[in-house]
C-alpha cells in the first residue's frame, strides 16, 4: 500500500494491486489507446454530469478501497473540455457536510439555477436511521459545498435523487428504491410545494419484470430525468441483480410513462449500474460504471462514458461497454497552464489537496506516469516548466510523445525543495513535440517517493 507523503497515516486510495497492473498493461498498444474508465486512481461510481460553460462536471460517489458493502464517505467532483482529459476536482462535499447525517454517501446529482450550484444526495439521517435526501449548495460547480437547509429536504427511506428544470422554470426531483417519486421543487431549489407523489409503477410504464411478485415491473433505481425534442426520458437501473439500463419516455414530466426497453445490457463485473445522459459540443453521451478497474466489482466500482446518437424517431439504441471510452471532443492546449491532475490516464500516481490550492500529484514513484491525450503543439514547443515538490531527493519528469515508453523529447530534473508541499518551478528544453500529439509525462529516479506536480506548462 502506498501512502501520502504527508501522513503515512493515510492509505493510498486504489491498492498497490492496481498499480502493478496498470504499469504492465499501459505498456501494451491496446491499453496506450483505452480511455475507459476514465479515472484510474480512484474507484468511482454513480455519475452526473453536468454542462456548464463550455466543460463537463462530472459528479461521483467515491467507493473506498477493498469495500465489501457501498461503503462511501464522500462524493468527487472532474470536468473536462473534451471527454477525454479530466481535471480532478478533488471531494467539494461528504457525509460530515451534513450535521445531521451518519452515513452513506451514495448517489446523487448537481443542476445549476440562478448562478447557484445545488448537489441532491441521499444519507441516513442519524436521528431516524433512515435515508434522507439532503441538499448541498456552491457558488462554482467544483464546489465547496455546504449544507443548504441543515435538515434533510425529503425524507422517506428511499434513495437516489435526479434533478430536472423544465422549459418553464418548474424544477422536479425523482427519487426511489423500490418505488419512484416526485416532487415539484420551488425556485429556491431547495424546498419543495405539495407532498412527495408515487408514480405508479405499472408494467406498461416501466416493462415486465418475471420471478418477482412484489416488484412486477423493470424499475429497481437510479432514474435519470431529461428532456429532449419535447419528449421527457426517465433512464433508470433494471432489475437488480446483476442490473441493465433501460428508459421509458412520457409526454409530460409527471407521465404517463411508456417503456421503450433497454439501453444498456448486464455487462460487466459490477451488479449495479447507473447512467447519466447529456448533450455536449453536439454530441449525446452516455455515463455509466462498472467494475474494470483491477481490484474492482459490484463495491469498487469505476465511471466510464460512450458517445452515441439518438435514433431518427427519438429512440436510444442499445449502447455497450467498451474500453475505447469516448472520443476525444477537440484538443488540449499545452502552451497554457494545465493542471498536473487534469489526466486522460494514470498510472501509480495519487492526487492530493495542494497548499497552493486545487490538486496536486502525488505518491509518485519511479516508473510511475500520466497520460493528456490530444495535446496540439502544432509547429513545436520550445520549454517545458512544471511546479513540483519534493521531501525526498526528486527525481525526474521524462517528457515522452505517444506512448509511456515513445520518444523523449525533454527531461527535467527535480530536485529535493525541503517538503511536500514547498513548491518551486523547473524548466529544461523541449525538441521534437509539434503536431498533435498523446502527452505522457514519465517519472524517474530512485526508490520511495520521488515528488509532487501541481501544474504544467509547455512554451511554443
Not at 505498456?27 to 486512481?41: C, G, R, T
Not at 406498461?204 to 426520458?233: I, Q
Not at 433512464?235 to 409527471?254: G, L, R, W
Not at 511546479?387 to 527535480?414: F, Q
Amino acid at each position: 500500500m502506498k501512502s501520502t507523503p504527508l501522513s503515512s497515516a493515510i492509505p493510498r486510495r486504489v491498492g498497490a494491486l492496481l498499480t502493478a497492473i496498470l504499469c504492465v498493461l499501459a505498456l501494451a498498444p491496446a491499453m496506450a489507446k483505452a480511455d475507459n474508465p476514465i479515472v484510474q486512481h480512484v474507484y468511482t461510481a454513480d455519475p452526473a454530469p453536468l454542462v456548464h460553460n463550455g466543460r463537463v462536471y462530472l459528479y461521483t460517489g467515491h467507493d473506498e478501497d477493498g469495500s465489501t458493502w457501498f461503503t462511501m464517505k464522500e462524493w468527487r467532483v472532474w470536468s473536462s473540455g473534451d471527454m477525454v482529459n479530466w481535471t480532478d476536482h478533488g471531494s467539494p462535499m461528504n457525509v460530515g457536510t451534513f450535521a445531521w447525517a451518519s452515513k452513506d454517501a451514495w448517489a446523487g446529482q448537481a443542476i445549476e439555477r440562478n448562478g447557484k450550484f445545488y448537489w441532491y444526495v441521499p444519507v441516513v439521517n442519524r436521528a431516524t436511521g433512515r435515508m434522507a435526501i439532503g441538499v448541498g449548495v456552491a457558488d462554482s460547480p467544483a464546489g465547496p459545498f455546504r449544507d443548504a437547509i441543515g435538515r434533510p429536504l425529503v425524507e422517506n427511506g428511499e434513495i437516489d435523487p435526479t434533478v430536472f428544470i423544465d422549459d418553464n422554470g418548474q424544477a422536479y426531483l425523482y427519487w426511489g428504491n423500490p418505488n419512484l417519486w416526485y416532487v415539484r421543487l420551488n425556485a429556491d431549489m431547495t424546498s419543495f410545494s405539495g407532498s412527495p407523489t408515487r408514480i405508479p409503477l405499472t408494467t406498461a410504464g416501466f416493462g415486465s419484470r418475471t420471478g418477482d411478485a412484489a416488484r412486477p415491473t423493470l424499475y429497481e433505481e437510479g432514474p435519470w430525468v431529461y428532456k429532449r425534442n419535447g419528449l421527457y426520458y426517465n433512464v433508470f437501473a433494471a432489475k437488480c441483480c446483476s442490473e441493465f439500463i433501460a428508459y421509458s419516455t412520457a409526454p409530460s414530466p409527471t407521465g404517463p410513462w411508456t417503456y421503450r426497453g433497454t439501453i444498456m445490457p448486464t455487462q460487466g463485473s459490477s451488479f449495479t449500474n447507473h447512467a447519466g445522459i447529456i448533450d455536449f459540443k453536439g454530441s449525446s453521451y452516455f455515463f455509466y460504471h462498472n467494475g474494470a478497474l483491477p481490484g474492482g466489482g459490484g463495491f469498487t466500482r469505476s465511471v466510464a462514458v460512450e458517445r452515441f446518437n439518438y435514433n431518427a424517431d427519438g429512440t436510444i439504441p442499445t449502447i455497450n461497454m467498451t474500453t475505447g471510452g469516448a472520443p476525444q471532443a477537440g484538443t488540449l492546449n499545452p502552451f497554457v497552464r494545465q493542471e498536473a491532475e487534469t489526466i486522460a490516464w494514470g498510472s501509480g500516481i495519487e492526487t492530493e489537496p495542494s497548499a497552493e490550492g486545487g490538486m496536486n500529484v502525488g505518491w509518485i514513484e519511479n516508473g510511475d506516469y500520466t497520460k493528456v491525450k490530444g495535446a496540439a503543439f502544432g509547429g513545436g514547443a520550445r520549454s517545458f516548466s512544471a511546479r513540483v515538490a519534493s521531501g525526498t531527493a526528486g527525481g525526474a519528469i521524462e517528457v515522452r510523445l505517444d506512448s509511456p515508453s515513445g520518444a523523449v523529447v525533454g527531461r527535467c530534473g527535480v530536485s529535493g525543495t525541503g517538503g511536500w508541499q514547498n513548491w518551486t518551478t523547473v524548466s529544461c528544453p523541449i525538441s521534437g513535440a509539434t503536431g498533435t500529439r498523446d502527452l505522457y509525462l514519465r517519472f524517474t529516479g530512485g526508490s520511495g517517493y520521488l515528488f509532487n506536480v501541481n501544474w504544467w506548462q509547455f512554451t511554443a
